[in-house]
């Protein structure tokens, strides 16, 4: 039996400047929705002053727990972490930088209340959901992504792997993560590819996005390093891992 109804999970790398408005909004929406859950800020090694200013939260939001680690392993690490220590029914994750609003996630929940599926995604390609886009070298890069994954198995019909914005029912979440191998950016298709194996239900909803750019993202080395670890989760799946 799980302690509480939501987990909402937000990984922090030198974000410092920014959490403290995604904790106040994730708070305030589970005492909206008279919702028991918890938050968990995951600091993924930042060198920032991220550590004390997640401990000065905490005592301003009982909700709020912190899991931290020195060394800077990547947000797909850092959301397993978060993962691992869940109390919650059903577990999600916010990127940092309100990028998505809270009450969007009522719509996630209605879905998995329901027993519409096991997996709820985020989808910025739905008419409407994009309040401000991405530069245009990002959006052309995304397309290319959108190829590349279908092509390595990502059903058809989901049309973004990559928004920040995702819910679990948390006995999959737990299952799911507890076999990642990819600590970057591509954990979602890692995580996908693994639901579509084990049988999970996945659908997606649409959600009000505006671009960050206050990204960690690097076109030139991260484009490598996605190629790398599409190829690295290819080989994972195809030997069983």
Not at 121 to 138: D, E, F, H, N, T
């Amino acid at each position: 039996m799980s302690d509480l109804d939501l987990t909402i999970i937000i990984p922090a790398y030198n974000d410092a400047h920014k959490f403290d408005a995604d904790v106040a909004e994730a708070d305030a929406f589970l005492e909206r929705e008279s919702l028991a859950g918890e938050l968990l800020l995951v600091n993924d090694g930042s060198t920032d002053d991220t550590v004390a200013r997640a401990r000065n939260l905490a005592e301003r939001y009982p909700r709020l727990r912190f899991v931290s680690y020195e060394k800077n392993r990547g947000k797909g690490y850092a959301i397993a972490q978060g993962v691992k220590v869940a109390r919650g029914g059903i577990v999600m994750f916010a990127d940092a930088g309100l990028c998505v609003p809270y009450e969007i996630a009522r719509i996630a929940l209605t879905m998995l209340e329901l027993d519409l599926c096991d997996i709820a995604i985020g989808s910025r390609r739905m008419r409407g959901s994009v309040k401000k886009a991405q530069p245009l070298y990002r959006r052309i890069g995304a397309r290319g992504h959108k190829m590349l994954v279908h092509l390595l198995g990502v059903p058809g019909y989901i049309s973004d792997t990559q928004c920040g914005f995702k819910f679990y029912r948390a006995a999959v979440a737990k299952r799911l993560f507890a076999q990642l191998v990819t600590d970057g950016f591509m954990f979602d298709v890692e995580i996908i590819l693994r639901a579509v194996r084990d049988g999970c239900r996945i659908l997606e909803f649409p959600v009000l996005w505006s671009n960050d750019p206050d990204t960690r993202f690097h076109p030139a080395s991260g484009s490598f390093k996605v190629l790398k670890d599409l190829a690295r989760i290819r080989l994972a799946l195809w030997t069983g891992r």
